[in-house]
């Protein structure tokens, strides 16, 4: 049984909202948060409901993987695919899951919200794929899921030079929805797009979504060895505790500046 501290789940009507809280890492996944959330789609895998994903804090939707664990990932530790797997359960679940974006989504924040059906971001959301600067590769279905998205060109460009997106560059390139001019309204619009989801043919729904899922090309079992490979190499662990360093730094400032 796993304990429920960083996600919280609320049905209303035919939405289930499942709310991702670990402000203090700006929803940074790690481990504990992964299996929190993938206990959390196994237990309503079959109930009948619209899935509306969202961070509990305005302004961030989440960071990528948690960079403190990631650097301590082996090869062995990125063959289990932890990130990878629980976006395929997103994926695979019987309806459609709605992401709502207020803020950035990098890294496996980025291929967390491709994960979702269908995605709903405010005006202030950004999006990208730092992986690469970090001395590893979007091995969480990024690779993929972003070029169905947006084409190859624009995935080359996020993935190879690091560029990202705001929300009006993502609408453009096909990789969020609906753009939401107040941040305010962006939940309230995630919820308002899932009931109008929620209004179809149940059955239909189920099965357009089991028939769009045979455009998906089988890659992630290469994407989550090349990046068992990369984890292992010492040109990630350098370049993971470069961004590690440098928060310290800023954290230790920080506080001096609180007690002067
Ligand atoms: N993993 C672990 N911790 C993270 C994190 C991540 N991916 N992203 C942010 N955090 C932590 C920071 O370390 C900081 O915590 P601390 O103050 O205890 O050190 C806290 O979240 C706030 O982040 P900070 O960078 O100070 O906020 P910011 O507003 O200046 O910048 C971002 C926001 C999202 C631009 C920046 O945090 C960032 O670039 N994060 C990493 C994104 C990334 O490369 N993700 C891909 C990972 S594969």
């Given at each position: 049984?796993?304990?429920?501290s ?6 209303r009507g035919?939405?289930?909202?499942v ?13 504990a ?6 206990a959390v789609?196994?237990?309503?895998a079959h109930?009948r409901?619209?899935?509306v ?8 939707f ?6 403190a664990?990631l650097?301590?990932r082996n090869a062995?530790?990125?063959l ?6 629980l976006?395929e359960?997103i994926?695979q679940?019987r309806?459609?899951?709605v992401?709502v974006?207020?803020?950035p989504a990098l890294g496996g924040g ?6 979702a059906?269908l995605?709903?971001?405010s005006?202030?959301s950004?999006?990208?794929?730092p992986e ?8 969480a279905g990024?690779?993929?899921r972003l070029?169905?998205a ?12 690091g560029?990202?997106l705001d929300?009006?560059?993502?609408h453009?390139a096909?990789?969020i ?5 107040d941040e ?6 995630g919820?308002?797009y ?7 043919s ?8 089991v028939?769009?899922?045979l ?7 290469y994407?989550?060895?090349?990046q ?8 990630k662990?350098e370049?993971?505790q470069g961004?590690l ?6 954290r230790?400032?920080r ?5 002067s």
């Amino acid at each position: 049984m796993v304990d429920r501290s960083l996600v919280t789940v609320e049905r209303r009507g035919d939405i289930t909202l499942v709310g991702i809280d670990r402000p203090e890492k700006l929803n940074a996944l790690d481990l504990a948060l992964c299996e929190e959330l993938t206990a959390v789609f196994t237990e309503i895998a079959h109930e009948r409901s619209i899935v509306v994903l969202y961070s509990t804090t305005p302004g961030i939707f989440v960071a990528g993987a948690d960079i403190a664990e990631l650097l301590e990932r082996n090869a062995e530790i990125g063959l289990r695919g932890i990130n990878a797997t629980l976006f395929e359960l997103i994926e695979q679940r019987r309806w459609p899951t709605v992401a709502v974006i207020d803020g950035p989504a990098l890294g496996g924040g980025c291929e967390l919200a491709l994960a979702a059906d269908l995605r709903v971001a405010s005006a202030r959301s950004t999006f990208g794929q730092p992986e690469l600067g970090l001395g590893i590769l979007a091995g969480a279905g990024g690779n993929w899921r972003l070029a169905q998205a947006v084409g190859l060109p624009m995935a080359r460009r996020m993935l190879y030079a690091g560029e990202r997106l705001d929300a009006a560059q993502a609408h453009a390139a096909g990789l969020i929805d609906v753009v939401v001019a107040d941040e305010d309204d962006a939940l309230s619009a995630g919820i308002a797009y899932a009931e109008r989801v929620a209004s179809q043919s149940w059955q239909a729904l189920e099965l357009t979504k089991v028939a769009l899922r045979l455009h998906r090309p089988a890659t992630t079992l290469y994407d989550m060895t090349a990046q068992a490979l990369l984890f292992d190499s010492a040109e990630k662990r350098e370049r993971m505790q470069g961004f590690l360093d440098e928060r310290a730094r800023r954290r230790a400032a920080r506080e001096a500046k609180e007690t002067s």
